[in-house]
């Protein structure tokens, strides 16, 4: 599955890299997250929870950023395993740009999903990573720029289809996000 999106954050691009490298910031933008460690300074170690459809799982996973770009991009690839519900990996090119007086960042997610997870439906892994992006970047942008201003985007994000509580970027998240994007995408 391939994932790309933008959105607008009310704070300087370094202000954004150093939240997008911190830890804390990442643990409560990501949804489901139980715990976020950084291991060294590339890469971090995560468990999350989540449920796509009927399966619900615990994630246990790892992420490397490499390409590092500071403040503008850098690479992150990951993956995860949930036992028996299926395992994920993945990675996301993330930029960021001046934009006026806050940052667009911008995203490309390339995942696969194998496991439980894969039998669901391709549909439905692309609804739940999608909709899990958008509430990670409204989180993240609210935590580092101050409350987001509603867009009709963000108003379809919070009607999912399903309830999905869970990672990407995962990454991707936008790094973590885009590991949750990855973790759950095709």
Not at 24 to 29: E, F, Q
Not at 47 to 73: C, H, M, W, Y
Request: one cysteine or more; proline letters at 8%; glycine letters at 10%.
């Amino acid at each position: 599955m391939k994932i790309t999106g933008e959105n607008h954050i009310n704070a300087p691009p370094a202000e954004v890299w150093r939240a997008l490298n911190d830890p804390d910031v990442l643990r409560r933008a990501i949804p489901g997250c139980e715990s976020l460690e950084k291991v060294s300074d590339n890469q971090f170690k995560a468990t999350v929870s989540a449920k796509i459809g009927p399966v619900q799982a615990r994630f246990n996973g790892q992420v490397e950023l490499s390409d590092l770009d500071p403040p503008r991009a850098y690479t992150i690839s990951g993956s995860g395993t949930a036992g028996p519900a299926g395992n994920a990996k993945g990675s996301a090119r993330v930029r960021l740009e001046p934009d006026g007086e806050g940052t667009k960042l911008s995203y490309d997610v390339d995942a696969q999903v194998a496991g439980k997870l894969a039998q669901i439906g391709s549909r439905l892994i692309d609804s739940a990573a999608k909709m899990l992006a958008g509430q990670f970047f409204d989180r993240f942008e609210e935590i580092v720029g101050g409350p987001a201003k509603p867009t009709q985007a963000a108003a379809e994000r919070r009607a999912p289809p399903t309830p999905v509580p869970v990672w990407a970027w995962a990454v991707g998240a936008a790094i973590l996000v885009v590991l949750g994007l990855y973790l759950f995408a095709r």
